[in-house]
């Protein structure tokens, strides 16, 4: 592994030029075409990229993920500072200030000697600081509508068990899954679209619930399942074309043995199969 120079500083001034440049007459069409709603999926798209990277381990992908992402907080401080809005100066200053605020425990006289003790001060910082600020007063005001679903029912449903709303322990939600299984089957007889998407998203909002009981969070279950299924995918897609066949043509009885094939080479390598 190359050794990293940990006490060389960062100089930020080069993609700030650059950006410059990029937003000039003189620089890229569509980059003088770019505005803040129209950069909203690529931010979204890298902050993913940045999440798979780290997912797979590998540093220098890390590396390049955290470059292209950080390029997009360049991006969007170009664009305010030529409205005249802020700068990234003031966005780098903002974050240093409300850190500093949000560690009492290490910049002031708090004591939280806990990660939960962290989690709980924070929570209360956090409240404090959007008092009188949202557009919206409701309880569950606050969690921003561009969240993953699976994410925002996580962190809607860990608000509203704060409040009190919420079942005794997980023993409930999963009655709960058996009821919205149960009436989601109906939906399924009943061939009804609307009542099949009701049900079908009341299901899914249970099994979140029954996630933030174990303290698992739904997103990066789904994902890491869905990476596993592309691996297994990929080995059954690999295994018959080896064969000089086609996937269109196998037989649903060969690609499921290629499948368990997959999942005990998995577990052979000391992978989780399931």
């Not at 590998?58 to 991006?75: A, C, R, S």
């Not at 005794?168 to 399924?188: H, N, Q, R, S």
């Not at 998407?197 to 249970?206: Q, S, Y």
């Amino acid at each position: 592994m190359k050794k990293t120079d940990s006490s060389k500083k960062p100089d930020i001034t080069k993609l700030t030029t650059l950006m410059e440049k990029l937003r000039s007459p003189e620089g890229c069409p569509w980059d003088r075409e770019q505005t803040m709603g129209s950069l909203t999926p690529f931010i979204i798209e890298e902050a993913y990229e940045v999440v798979s990277a780290i997912d797979s381990g590998d540093m220098e992908h890390i590396k390049e993920e955290l470059g292209d992402l950080l390029f997009q907080v360049i991006f969007v401080s170009q664009l305010a500072t030529e409205e005249g809005r802020f700068t990234l100066a003031d966005v780098i200053e903002g974050s240093f200030e409300k850190m500093v605020h949000r560690h009492p425990h290490v910049f002031g006289e708090s004591k939280a000697d806990t990660p939960e003790a962290v989690l709980k001060q924070w929570a209360e910082i956090k409240k404090a600081e959007k008092k009188g600020k949202e557009k919206e007063t409701g309880y569950l005001a606050g969690v921003p509508e561009v969240l993953p679903s699976l994410l925002r029912a996580h962190k809607i449903s860990q608000k509203a068990s704060k409040a009190g709303f919420d079942w005794k322990g997980v023993e409930e939600v999963l009655d709960k899954l058996d009821e919205e299984t149960a009436e989601f089957k109906e939906a399924v007889r009943s061939k009804k679209a609307a009542d099949m998407e009701e049900e079908l998203g009341d299901m899914l909002f249970t099994m979140v619930n029954i996630g933030r009981f174990l303290q698992v969070n739904p997103e990066d279950a789904l994902r890491k399942t869905i990476a596993k299924f592309i691996t297994r995918f990929h080995h059954v897609e690999r295994a018959v074309i080896q064969k000089g066949e086609d996937l269109s043509t196998t037989n649903m009885d060969e690609m499921e043995r290629l499948w368990q094939e997959a999942k005990a080479s998995e577990k052979k390598n000391g992978k989780t199969a399931s």
